[in-house]
C-alpha cells in the first residue's frame, strides 16, 4: 500500500510558459563510423512554437532529433531536457516530459489500433493523471482520424495508417515535448495538412513541437522556426521568412532554387529553378 502511494505522489512534469526552454542541445558531435554527422550543432527547443528541422538526405537531421530526445548521447556536447541534462533522467522519466515518434512504426504482435494508441498512455501509469487515460486515447484517436478502425489490427493497416496511428499514440502520451521524425512521408495530402495542423494545435496549447521534414513548404507553411541542418551543424536558426533564402537553400541542397512569397498568405514558396525549354519536350503552341 506504501509502494502505491509513493507511486502516485511522484514529482510530475510542470508546464513551461511560452517561449521557454524546454530542450536545447549544444556542441552537439555525432560520429558514424568515421564521419562525423554533426559537429558542433546548436539548438534550443521553446514551449508554444513548431520547430522544423530541414535539410538533405544524410544531414544529421534525425540524428539531432534523437540527441534532442535523450535517446542517443552525444560524443561531445550538452543536451537538456526540462532544466536538466538529459542523462540525469531516467527512461521513464523521460516519457513523462518528452514523446517520439520514429521514422517507421513495426510491431511484432497483431495488436488492435486502440491497444497500439493506448501504450502511449504507459508511462503515466501510477500516477494521478492515468485518470486521463481513456480521454487521451480517444482524444489522439479523433485527431489522427483513426477511430473508425479502432479495432482493427496494426499490423492489417496500410502505410500511411500506420504512420497515423504511431503519431496518435505519441499524441496520447500528452508530453510538453513532441520530437516527430518525418511524420508526413507516408502520408497523402489531406493527411499531410492534418498532421502539421495537428502539430500547430499542440504548439497552441503551449507544447513544443520538433518535426523533421523534406517538404519545404509544409515547413513554410507551418514552423514558427525552422533549422536547416548542414555541414555538421544548424547553418541557420529562424522564421521560415527568414532563412528560406534562396542563396543558402541553393548552396544547402546542391540545387538552384527560387524562393517567392505565395500570392495570398505570402508564406515563402521554394521550387527548383527550371531556366529554359526542356530539349526532350515539345514546344507547346502559343494560342
Known sequence: MIDVFRRRTKALPTPVEPGGSVADADGIRVVRGRRAVLDGARIGVRAGEVLALVGPNGAGKSTLLSVLAGDLAPEAGTVRIGGRAADAWSAPELALRRAVLPQTAEL???????????????????????????????????????????????????????????????????????LLDEPTAALDLRHQELVLRVCRERAAAGDAVVVVLHDLGLAAAHADRVGIVHGGGVAADG?????????????????????????????????????GHHPDRPAVPAG
Not at 480517444?138 to 482520424?145: I, K, S, V
Request: glycine share 6%.
Open 108 to 178: 511484432s504482435f497483431p495488436f488492435p489500433v486502440a491497444d497500439v494508441v493506448r501504450m502511449g498512455r504507459a508511462p503515466w501509469a501510477g500516477t494521478a493523471r492515468e485518470a486521463d487515460d481513456e480521454t487521451a486515447v480517444a482524444e489522439a484517436m479523433a485527431a489522427t482520424e483513426v477511430t473508425e478502425f479502432a479495432a482493427r489490427p496494426f499490423s492489417a493497416l496500410s502505410g500511411g495508417e500506420r504512420a497515423r496511428v504511431a503519431l496518435a499514440r505519441v499524441l496520447a502520451q500528452r508530453t510538453g515535448l513532441l
Open 239 to 275: 522564421p521560415p521568412a527568414e532563412v528560406f533564402d534562396e542563396e543558402l537553400l541553393s548552396r544547402v541542397y546542391r540545387q538552384p532554387v527560387e524562393v517567392f512569397p505565395h500570392p495570398r498568405t505570402g508564406v515563402p514558396q521554394v521550387v527548383p529553378r527550371r531556366d
